[in-house]
C-alpha cells in the first residue's frame, strides 16, 4: 500500500477530544471537558430554520461565500461595532469558525511560513498549520500578566519568516480579554512588521466587563481578518455556522478556496444564523448572565478550596491548577474520569502553556460545576495537595 500522507499522520489527535472520547465511555461522569453551551439554541432561531427547511429556496446550493442576506447582516454587526469599511464582500460563511480559522490559514501560508500562535490556545489553529506544512511560533502567555500576550515578547520572535499573528479575545482557555490599548499595540505591531492580524472572536459575546474590542475597528491597511461564528454566543455548535471578514484580497481567495473544500454551508444552517443576528439579542444577554454567575460560582469554590489563581474575564472556562498532583496534565485528567468521575480538558492540550493546569468548562450546569470542583479538590488532597 502506499503511505498515507506525511503531514496528516504527524497531526496530533486534539487533546480536549481525547478526554471527550474517553469520558464517552463512563456513563454519569460529569462532563466539564467541552466548550459546549448546555443552553438550547433559542427558539426563533429555530423557527427560521425550520421555515427555511420547508421553503425550497433554501433546498439548493448557496454561493460559496453564503447566501447574500447573512453576508449583508454579519457585515452590518462589523460596522456597528466599528469595522466602518467592512461591506459584504468581505464576508465568507464557514462551516464552523474552526473552517474559517482553517480556511484563513490556508489562504496566508505557503510552506516554511510561520506564524505567531498563543501558547495556551484552542489548538487546532496549530494543528492546520502542521498541516499545511506551516510553522506555529507559540508565545507566552504568563497568568501574572493576566493570561494576556506581550508585545514586547511578541516582537522577539518575528522573523523574516513571520506571516500572521493569531491572536484569541476572549481567549480559550484562560478567559482573559483584551483591553482596547492591548488590541491598539498588537495591530501596531502587526502593521510595523507587515503582519496578517487574525484575531478569532468566538466567544466575543461573552465578556463580563468592559467591551469586546475588535482589531478590525482600527484596521487603516486591511490587515486584519476577523474570524467568528454562532457557536458560542448563540448556542448553536452542531448548526455549524461561523464566518470570517477579510479585507477584499484575502476574502476572494478564502471564497475561491470554499468550493473544493465545502462548495457552500448548509442552506438552512445559514438562515437561522441570520435569524440569529437580525432578532432580538436578550437570548445572548441572558446566556452571558449565567455564564457570569458560574462564574462566580466556580471562583467561590476554588477559594474555598485553596485553588484561586486568577478571574476569567470571559468565554466560560476556568484553568485549575493542579500541579500539586505532579502528573502531567493528562495523567491528571484521565485520572479524574477513572477516580472522581469528573471530564476536564488536560491543559497541555491547550500548548505547553497547560502545564500543571485543566480547564474546567463553564457551559455546564451550576450542580455539576460546583460538584465538579469539589472532586477536583479532593482528588488533589488525595494526591499530595
Ligand atoms: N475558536 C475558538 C477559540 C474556539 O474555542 C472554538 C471552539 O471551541 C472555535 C474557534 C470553533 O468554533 P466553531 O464551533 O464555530 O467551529
Not at 27 to 37: A, F, S, T
Not at 328 to 337: M, N, P
Request: hydrophobic letters at 45%.
Amino acid at each position: 500500500m502506499q503511505p498515507l500522507a506525511a503531514r496528516a499522520l504527524a497531526m496530533p489527535p486534539q487533546g480536549v477530544r481525547v478526554i471527550m472520547d474517553l469520558a464517552n465511555q463512563v456513563p454519569d461522569c460529569i462532563r466539564l471537558e467541552v466548550g459546549q453551551p448546555d443552553f438550547p439554541t433559542p427558539p426563533h432561531i429555530v423557527a427560521a430554520a425550520v421555515a427555511a427547511a420547508q421553503d425550497p429556496r433554501w433546498h439548493a446550493y448557496t454561493p460559496n461565500a453564503g447566501i447574500p442576506s447573512l453576508r449583508e447582516a454579519i457585515a452590518a454587526k462589523m460596522r456597528a461595532a466599528g469595522a466602518a469599511q467592512v461591506t459584504a464582500d468581505w464576508v465568507c460563511v464557514h462551516p464552523g469558525a474552526v473552517a474559517g480559522l482553517a480556511s484563513a490559514l490556508t489562504a496566508l501560508c505557503d510552506p516554511g511560513d510561520q506564524v505567531l500562535v498563543p501558547g495556551l490556545c484552542w489548538p487546532n489553529g496549530a494543528l492546520w498549520l502542521q498541516v499545511l506544512g506551516a510553522e506555529p511560533v507559540f508565545y507566552p502567555l504568563h497568568q501574572e500578566n493576566g493570561f494576556l500576550p506581550d508585545p514586547d515578547e511578541l516582537r522577539r520572535l518575528i522573523t523574516p519568516r513571520t506571516k500572521a499573528l493569531l491572536t484569541c479575545s476572549p481567549g480559550n482557555p484562560t478567559g482573559a480579554v483584551f483591553p482596547p490599548a492591548l488590541v491598539q499595540a498588537l495591530y501596531d505591531l502587526c502593521a510595523q512588521h507587515d503582519l496578517w492580524l487574525i484575531s478569532d472572536e468566538i466567544y466575543e459575546h461573552i465578556v463580563f466587563s468592559g467591551p469586546h474590542t475588535s482589531p478590525a475597528t482600527l484596521d487603516r491597511d486591511g490587515r486584519v481578518i476577523v474570524v467568528s461564528g454562532f457557536s458560542k454566543g448563540y448556542a448553536m455548535c452542531g448548526w455549524r455556522v461561523g464566518y470570517t471578514v477579510s479585507p477584499p484580497p484575502v476574502a476572494q481567495t478564502i471564497i475561491k478556496l470554499q468550493e473544493p473544500l465545502t462548495s457552500c454551508v448548509n442552506a438552512v444552517a445559514q438562515k437561522a444564523a441570520e435569524a440569529a443576528l437580525t432578532g432580538p439579542q436578550d437570548c445572548v444577554a441572558a446566556m452571558r448572565e449565567a455564564y457570569r454567575q458560574r462564574r462566580d460560582l466556580a471562583l467561590a469554590i476554588v477559594r474555598e478550596h485553596g485553588l484561586f489563581r486568577y478571574e476569567p474575564q470571559g468565554a466560560f472556562y476556568l484553568l485549575v491548577d493542579v500541579s500539586a498532583a505532579g502528573l502531567d496534565s493528562y495523567a491528571i485528567a484521565k485520572a479524574l474520569l477513572a477516580e472522581e468521575q469528573v471530564a476536564v480538558a488536560p491543559g497541555e492540550a491547550f500548548g505547553t502553556g497547560g502545564r500543571g493546569l485543566v480547564r474546567v468548562s463553564l457551559a455546564a450546569a451550576g450542580d455539576a460545576i460546583a460538584e465538579g470542583l469539589r472532586r477536583i479538590a479532593r482528588f488533589l488532597r488525595r494526591h499530595g495537595g
